[in-house]
């Protein structure tokens, strides 16, 4: 069994920084992409930032330039650096990897609420 377990939400002002951090746990082999996304009461979840093998990276435009993405393959751990936030950015923040187990597996994080707020 694999789960991850995300941490680092919370209040903030506007123009401030938060980093979240989702780390993988149970039988892993290999991960391959890890992923970002977030949602807003009535909306779909929307993919937010991408990090493959490699390093290789990508962001919902909204996004780019104030947010990046990272991963420590070591700790089986994504992060997700959060900078000059606004309004907007107010989610539950949830995290998935595609994780080689036993089997392959697709696996999400429990959420994390960020609020950006005055």
């Known amino acids: 069994q694999v789960q991850l377990v995300e941490s680092g939400g919370g209040l903030v002002q506007p123009g401030g920084s938060l980093r979240l951090s989702c780390a993988a746990s149970?039988?892993?082999?290999?991960?391959?992409?890890m992923n970002w996304y977030r949602q807003t009461p009535g909306n779909q979840r929307e993919l937010v930032a991408t990090?493959?093998?490699?390093?290789?990276?990508n962001y919902t435009d909204s996004v780019k330039g104030r947010f990046t993405i990272s991963r420590d393959n070591a700790k089986n751990t994504v992060y997700l650096q959060m900078s000059s936030l606004k309004p907007e950015d107010t989610a539950v923040y949830y995290c998935?990897?595609?994780?080689?187990?036993?089997?392959?597996?697709?696996?999400w994080g429990q959420g994390t609420l960020v609020t950006v707020s005055s």
């Open positions: 990090i493959r093998n490699g390093d290789r990276t």
């Open positions: 149970g039988s892993i082999f290999s991960i391959y992409t």
């Open positions: 998935k990897m595609a994780i080689r187990s036993y089997r392959y597996l697709e696996v």
